[in-house]
Nanobody
Framework: QVQLVESGGGLVQAGGSLRLSCAASGRTFSSAVMGWFRQAPGKEREFVAFISWTGGRTSYADSVKGRFTISRDNAKNTVYLQMNSLKPEDTAVYYC???????????????WGQGTQVSVSS
């Protein structure tokens, strides 16, 4: 069992930066693929990024590529999402998730955090 707790969200002006953290409990964290998803009001939850259990493979949605960076520290059981050059359209609740497979699909992730709000003002 993996429990996930996100932090680091907040309100920022367009062009600013935030770093989200997701702290995991459970012995399986180091072998889990970790993903970030987001959900804006009235929209479906969408893929943002994932990182393999070794950290050797990452993937990003086209909308965030070049601006966001996902990383992990297995010794700290934590995954991060560095978000730079934020835009108003990045406003959403951001969720971290753990799964077995490197996947863009939310259905492949088993464990989810409660989410953290990111708001970007223009």
């Amino acid at each position: 069992q993996v429990q996930l707790v996100e932090s680091g969200g907040g309100l920022v002006q367009a062009g600013g930066s935030l770093r989200l953290s997701c702290a995991a409990s459970g012995r399986t964290f180091s072998s889990a693929v970790m993903g970030w998803f987001r959900q804006a009001p009235g929209k479906e939850r969408e893929f943002v990024a994932f990182i393999s259990w070794t950290g050797g493979r990452t993937s990003y949605a086209d909308s965030v590529k070049g601006r966001f960076t996902i990383s992990r520290d297995n010794a700290k059981n934590t995954v991060y999402l560095q978000m730079n050059s934020l835009k108003p359209e990045d406003t959403a609740v951001y969720y971290c998730a753990a799964g077995r497979y490197s996947s863009w699909s939310r259905g492949d992730y088993v464990h989810w955090g409660q989410g953290t709000q990111v708001s970007v003002s223009s």
